[in-house]
């Protein structure tokens, strides 16, 4: 896996602004801050982003995967206020769950997620190498 940041481009904090890999594709589904057993323990944002994390962690592990193999992190949060405020927690529980494996990302506010107490919603796409 290689990533891409242009060299005369300011180095993003957080992210890569694109991967080259190739191997066996994983794909995470949205996974929210809530346990296998579907539920919320927090609706603290950090702590709902944490629990997502770990949801994230656990299904590449089932996958053979780990973070090294992320390629790619689309967020969906209900607030961006909430993230901004919430910024250093979360980084730090992201770097608790994945090192310093930084994909391409995105975040992007939405109005609601499906389940109502959810704050923050993580796809995830992982290549494992060949």
């Known amino acids: 896996m290689q990533l891409i940041n242009p060299p005369e481009w300011k180095r ?4 890569s602004n694109g991967v080259v890999a ?3 594709m994983v794909f995470v589904a949205g996974q929210i801050g809530w346990t296998g057993d579907e539920v919320f323990e927090t ?3 950090a702590g709902q982003a944490r629990q997502a994390f770990a949801n994230t962690l656990r299904v590449l592990q089932e996958a053979g995967a780990g973070p ?5 992190m689309t967020w969906y949060v209900t607030s961006k206020r909430e993230y901004l405020d919430a910024a ?3 980084g730090q529980a992201f ?3 994945f090192g310093k494996n930084f994909p391409a990302m995105a975040v992007m506010e ?3 997620l499906m389940e109502d107490r959810a704050k923050i919603e993580i796809e995830t796409t992982a290549v494992i190498p060949d």
């Open 12 to 15: 993003p904090k957080g992210y």
């Open 22 to 24: 190739r191997g066996s």
């Open 43 to 45: 609706d603290d944002f």
């Open 68 to 72: 090294e193999h992320m390629v790619r």
């Open 88 to 90: 250093r927690d979360v």
């Open 95 to 97: 770097r608790d769950c």
């Open 110 to 112: 939405v109005t609601a």
